[in-house]
């Protein structure tokens, strides 16, 4: 039989083996604090990244003249198309009924313009109703406003107004601009329909 260890050898291999028991857990809790220390700091710097990202930027402001003003058009007078619904269709085809009002805004501040047509047009382009006879004066900031009632449906889905105004002098173009507004039982709609310039002066 072999001779046995001396027990030296056995106190020295007990005594390497309470290090490792004692060692592991210890360089095993560094290792993970180091990780999640790395880890940490990964994702403060993706939360910068998304932060800088997301941080707020002023708009851009383009479309400027000589000056520093807008570019707001100055006209003498203009032909202007403005797209409007006596009704919409909804639940399968069903006519909604819209009430119409057509706002026409003089936006300029020191001159007046005339209004000089407001025609009502249905869908198929046929001439509903001429809704000014002569001219009308817009002063300074002044607004008018012509109405077609929810039970007036001549016009139809597709009906427009043309309106055709000018100046004496130039002035900043009007806003010229159709609300529609309606309510069937619990439910209502509004929107706003803007005129499309279909031609005009500059003198």
Same mark, same amino acid.
């Given at each position: 039989?072999?001779?046995?260890?001396?027990?030296?050898?056995?106190?020295?291999?007990?005594?390497?083996?309470? *290090?490792?028991?004692?060692?592991?857990?210890? !360089?095993?809790?560094?290792? *993970?604090?180091?990780?999640?220390?790395?880890?940490?700091?990964?994702?403060?710097?993706?939360?910068?990244? *998304? @932060?800088? $990202? %997301?941080?707020?930027?002023?708009?851009?402001?383009?479309?400027?003249?000589?000056?520093?003003?807008?570019?707001?058009?100055?006209?003498?007078?203009?032909?202007?198309?403005?797209?409007?619904?006596?009704?919409?269709?909804? @639940?399968?085809?069903?006519?909604?009924?819209?009430?119409?009002?057509?706002? !026409?805004?003089?936006?300029?501040?020191?001159?007046?313009?005339? !209004?000089?047509?407001?025609?009502?047009?249905?869908? $198929?382009?046929? %001439?509903? @109703?001429?809704?000014? $006879?002569?001219?009308?004066?817009?002063?300074?900031?002044?607004?008018?406003?012509?109405?077609?009632? $929810?039970?007036?449906?001549?016009?139809?889905?597709?009906?427009?107004? =043309?309106?055709?105004?000018?100046?004496?002098?130039?002035?900043?173009?009007? =806003? !010229?601009?159709?609300?529609?507004?309606?309510?069937?039982?619990?439910?209502?709609?509004?929107?706003?329909?803007?005129?499309?310039?279909?031609?005009?002066?500059?003198?």
């Amino acid at each position: 039989m072999p001779d046995p260890k001396p027990y030296s050898q056995v106190d020295n291999t007990k005594t390497k083996n309470s *290090l490792l028991v004692i060692l592991f857990p210890a !360089i095993t809790f560094v290792l *993970l604090i180091l990780l999640m220390a790395y880890i940490g700091q990964r994702f403060n710097a993706l939360d910068q990244t *998304l @932060e800088e $990202k %997301l941080r707020f930027q002023p708009p851009v402001v383009e479309n400027v003249r000589d000056g520093g003003g807008y570019a707001i058009e100055i006209v003498d007078g203009q032909t202007v198309y403005v797209p409007v619904y006596s009704h919409i269709y909804s @639940e399968g085809g069903q006519a909604y009924l819209l009430e119409t009002t057509l706002s !026409i805004r003089n936006s300029d501040p020191n001159r007046p313009i005339t !209004i000089q047509s407001v025609r009502y047009y249905d869908t $198929k382009g046929q %001439l509903v @109703e001429d809704h000014i $006879k002569g001219n009308v004066s817009l002063g300074p900031l002044e607004t008018t406003s012509f109405l077609v009632e $929810k039970s007036d449906a001549r016009g139809g889905s597709g009906a427009n107004f =043309i309106v055709v105004w000018d100046a004496v002098e130039p002035v900043y173009e009007p =806003i !010229i601009e159709a609300v529609m507004v309606g309510a069937a039982g619990v439910h209502g709609i509004s929107f706003v329909s803007i005129g499309r310039t279909l031609s005009q002066r500059q003198e």
